[in-house]
């Protein structure tokens, strides 16, 4: 008898236990993602991405619910059924000092040790240029986005089909001549334009592309000159005197200027300055810059850039796939942009060259803040 109830007890225990192991053992565990922005939360672009990648962790069951995005967007930290997912800031916009950058990188590299993540995201050039450099031929899994120009310029890749590494991910191509054959259409008197930029690790790259562009007379505009500074005085009154030249600008990254106290100006700000005083037409690269005020984008789409990477990701994390075998991708354009404001503000009618305009938009931020 005491037997029998000895082994009555052992098979009910048996009963209880089994489950909960085999439940155990078929459970995935979840994956940890770890995301690094170049830049802050307030940036327009980051913001922009960041859309895109959420939108991703949506799609592929990273994330289950609208709270949980709320939660990462607010605490850069989130726990779901499938993924741990946590977000660091290099804020190297603002921050761009030598000494500044070291401290941002020792600080995501720690972020990242502490975290062990299964994979790790880099968000445009300098986190895929610094934290790319501390992870390039270790063991996780690396995907980048939002790098201006080809990134073999990192030497994180052999090419840009066979990676060869454990980096791989998603460039901008730019669509700068699509964006002038728009402002030529909405301008057709506009002959010569110029670029205006700061020295940034965003603008040069692209620069150089307009430059190589229209060294090959592939523009319908001729190049006329530039203006490219970190001085805040200096961006002022070139482009002021430039603005009289040149029928429109190309206008690129102006968001690491400095005023002659050495402080950083915000991007807003010198947008503001420049739609106020400047009485030509321009185009932009991205569209953070129509949103801010600027006329038009043929849109290298920050959304675009963020969603491609994420299933890049996916791609590593649920299917096996290696980022040295990786082919380095590029997205589809974005929408093409036209800002009404600005439009208005400058006396150009839009309306009979709607069909080239995707979208329109009735706002500047610069000019509301």
């Not at 007890?9 to 192991?21: E, G, R």
């Not at 062990?116 to 270790?138: C, R």
Request: glycine residues 6%; hydrophobic residues 40%; aromatic residues 8%.
């Amino acid at each position: 008898m005491v037997l029998r109830s000895i082994a009555n007890f052992f098979l009910f225990a048996l009963v209880l236990i089994v489950p909960a192991t085999a439940l155990s053992q078929g459970a995935a565990p979840k994956k940890k993602i770890f995301i690094t922005s170049s830049y802050d939360r307030t940036y327009l672009w980051s913001q922009s991405t960041q859309s895109g990648v959420n939108a991703a962790l949506h799609k592929f069951g990273y994330l289950q619910n609208d709270r949980q995005t709320v939660q990462l967007l607010e605490s850069d930290f989130v726990e779901t059924k499938t993924a741990v997912i946590k977000k660091a800031w290099m804020d190297t916009k603002r921050k761009d000092s030598r000494a500044d950058i070291g401290r941002a990188i020792a600080r995501v590299m720690s972020e990242i040790k502490k975290f062990s993540p299964d994979i790790v995201m880099l968000g445009d050039d300098n986190a895929a240029k610094y934290i790319g450099d501390q992870l390039i031929d270790g063991n996780i899994p690396v995907v980048f986005w939002g790098i201006n120009g080809l990134p073999l310029k990192y030497g994180h890749i052999n090419s840009m089909d066979a990676p060869g590494h454990n980096i791989t991910g998603v460039w901008q191509s730019g669509y700068h001549k699509e964006g002038l054959d728009l402002l030529k259409h909405l301008v057709p008197g506009a002959k010569t334009f110029a670029i205006v930029a700061c020295d940034s690790e965003s603008s040069r790259p692209n620069i150089k592309i307009i430059e190589q562009l229209a060294q090959r007379g592939n523009m319908p505009l001729k190049l006329a000159g530039k203006v490219v500074t970190n001085s805040y005085e200096d961006f002022k009154r070139e482009t002021l005197a430039l603005s009289k030249t040149v029928d429109a600008f190309f206008v690129l990254n102006h968001d690491t200027l400095r005023d002659k106290n050495g402080n950083h100006v915000d991007m807003m700000t010198a947008g503001r300055w420049y739609l106020q005083n400047i009485r030509i037409p321009e185009v932009s690269h991205e569209d953070q810059f129509v949103l801010e005020g600027m006329l038009l984008s043929a849109n290298d789409s920050g959304y675009n850039q963020g969603f491609l990477a994420f299933e890049m990701a996916h791609d590593i994390l649920a299917n096996g796939l290696k980022p040295a075998n990786m082919a380095v991708r590029t997205p589809l354009a974005g929408p093409t942009l036209v800002n009404r404001k600005r439009a208005q503000a400058l006396g150009i009618s839009i309306e009979k060259n709607m069909f080239l305009i995707d979208q329109v938009i009735n706002k500047s931020l610069a000019l509301e803040k």
